[in-house]
């Protein structure tokens, strides 16, 4: 399959990107079919010299079934050559993750009660009969220790 895809170029901490045609099996860096433009994300969005794309050559690639990773898709769709592909839905991109990993552990245990609150009364009856084993099962550890 082919895949128009990003290959890094650049020293290190210096990225410099080039737009390539190559086959979805071989290393992201290895080998490729044809280079068909650059990226540079160090330079200013504003700047023309951020991205470099041979349009007619791109073309070509997708008429021929390339498909384009999403970051090279989105690179496409800003500069008009295909249509810009919907935004994806990640809430969580923002929180940074330490809070991500708090949240999510709190998120559950929030979200259970709102959950069976609409339930019946026979789900609630439950929940104490779960809490009771625990209880217990530390009881008989206990007795266990006390014996040895």
């Known amino acids: 399959m082919l895949k128009l895809r990003l290959s890094r170029g650049g020293t290190k901490k210096r990225p410099v990107y080039r737009v390539v045609v190559a086959d979805s099996r071989f290393a992201r860096d290895g080998r490729f079919i044809e280079k068909v433009g650059f990226f540079n994300p160090l330079l200013p969005k504003d700047k023309k010299e951020r991205v470099g794309l041979e349009a007619e050559r791109i073309k070509y690639w997708l008429g021929?079934?390339?498909q384009p990773t999403t970051r090279v898709a989105r690179i496409l769709g800003e500069n008009e050559l295909m249509q810009m592909p919907a935004n994806g839905n990640n809430p969580q991109k923002?929180?940074?993750?330490?809070?991500?990993?708090k949240a999510g552990d709190e998120a559950p245990a929030t979200e259970?009660?709102?959950?069976?609150?609409?339930?019946?009364?026979a789900p609630k009856?439950?929940?104490p009969a779960t809490e009771a084993p625990k209880e217990a099962a530390p009881a008989t550890?206990?007795?266990?220790e006390e014996q040895k």
């Open 64 to 66: 021929q079934g390339a």
């Open 94 to 101: 923002a929180v940074p993750k330490k809070e991500r990993k």
């Open 112 to 121: 259970a009660p709102k959950e069976a609150a609409p339930a019946t009364e």
């Open 125 to 127: 009856e439950a929940a």
């Open 141 to 144: 550890e206990v007795s266990k």
